[in-house]
């Protein structure tokens, strides 16, 4: 079946009260979804689910008829969150993945984009996640194939799972190009370098903070990588040789991702590339897998931090302002590691001059007792194994200098 040029008309298609699911980040299926967007006020009320949001496809002036659900606020989902149109179901991101193959998600239309290959062979390209699943119990499913999409290994799309429609790509994948470092990411990406040996796996995930800590690393030697994502910093380590996967213990000589989420750089590199496997999420996240990596080190960031070491990266102020994701999954497949590392990085003070380490967290997402190594710009508070009268102390340590006094006479009071 060819893909279909003329221009999609979703009347008739979406039904009352449908779950839409489209591909999230990068893989977001662009010229399908602006379509639906642009002709939402003619459609019945429907739901739509989404992830990480790259574009400016989905706007608070979008129609009021849709309702828009996502397991966090990331990226350009956080105009609708703060508009007050997005509702966030909390859940782990291996859970909600897992949630659409139990059907406990039931999807009735799926967007996604795909990647054909010469031989008519189809790849969910840039992301493995919890569309495929979806596909598979929903009524209808419409493939957006774009031939600038990279066709990626591990990411196939399964024989057994319907394409209903196939409309042909207008527009390039979406990209994310990386933020140059500042210089409070620079000192936190020196700190937590020194806690990243040769020979370590490494997870990470999208901003400056993770960004400026793989740029830091090109001395080192034998690293692998094992992540809920990669992005251009990954080529550059793998270039300058040192990424090699060699001594991952698992997946020798493969990197492992279950998104791509960069810029064409990337895109280029990940095409075709037997050395690059875009895996399931039951796969990259699964707790099984992780425990029999060697030296995970899993690097992730924060909102905030308490003292105890509780750690908050999905509300301020009562407000969703970010995710659960993966962090918890990587956490404890970190801990669980032979010699592992799990690394919450984070600024000591937040954008207004408030400290970013806190009292106490207003939401949890990673527990305390799962909690390793927290980095700032003034150094690293290592709590795995510490009372909290010491936690504290060494959370005090890295707080803003100007802020320390305050969570001291708030460590007393209590």
């Not at 669980?336 to 380490?357: F, Q």
Request: net charge neutral; charged share 20%.
């Amino acid at each position: 079946m060819s893909a279909d040029s003329s221009p999609i008309d979703f009347s008739g298609l979406i039904r009352e009260a449908d779950l839409v699911v489209c591909g999230q980040a990068t893989a977001e299926p662009v010229t399908l979804t602006e379509a639906l967007m642009a002709q939402a006020a003619q459609l019945p009320p429907f739901r739509m689910m989404i992830g990480p949001v790259f574009s400016d496809t989905f706007s608070a002036a979008c129609a009021p008829s849709v309702t828009f659900q996502s397991y966090g606020v990331i990226g350009n989902a956080r105009r609708l969150a703060k508009a007050g149109r997005l509702d966030v179901i909390p859940s782990n991101y291996s859970a909600f993945c897992a949630d659409f193959a139990t059907r406990r998600h039931g999807a009735d239309v799926v967007l996604v984009q795909l990647a054909e290959a010469g031989d008519g062979r189809l790849s969910a390209s840039l992301s493995n996640d919890y569309v495929i699943e979806a596909a598979r119990g929903a009524r209808l499913v419409i493939a957006e194939i774009n031939p600038d999409a990279p066709f990626t290994f591990g990411a196939e799309w399964p024989g057994e799972v319907p394409i209903h429609m196939r409309v042909a790509a207008r527009r390039l994948p979406v990209e994310l190009a990386s933020t140059p470092p500042d210089d409070i990411s620079k000192r936190i990406a020196a700190h937590a370098a020194s806690l990243i040996a040769d020979g370590s796996t490494l997870q990470f995930g999208v901003g400056r903070i993770p960004d400026a800590i793989l740029s830091s690393l090109s001395h080192l030697r034998n690293l692998g990588v094992h992540s809920g994502l990669i992005n251009d910093a990954v080529v550059d380590l793998i270039a300058c040789g040192a990424v090699t996967n060699a001594e991952k213990g698992i997946d020798a000589g493969i990197t492992v991702t279950n998104q791509v989420i960069g810029t064409q750089r990337i895109y280029r590199f990940v095409h075709e590339n037997k050395t690059v496997a875009v895996r399931s999420t039951s796969y990259t996240h699964g707790q099984n897998v992780l425990a029999r990596i060697n030296r995970l080190v899993a690097i992730n960031s924060a909102l905030q931090v308490g003292l105890d070491g509780s750690v908050n990266s999905e509300t301020l102020n009562g407000v969703a302002v970010g995710a659960i994701g993966g962090q918890l999954d990587f956490v404890r497949g970190a801990n669980a590691s032979p010699g592992g590392r799990a690394i919450i990085a984070l600024p000591a003070t937040a954008s207004d001059g408030s400290s970013r380490i806190v009292a106490h967290v207003e939401t949890v997402t990673t527990p305390r007792a799962d909690v390793d190594a927290i980095v700032t710009e003034w150094g690293i508070a290592e709590l795995r194994g510490c009372g909290l009268a010491e936690r504290a102390r060494r959370m005090i340590a890295i707080a803003a200098p100007e802020h320390r006094d305050a969570l001291s006479a708030r460590l007393r009071a209590r």
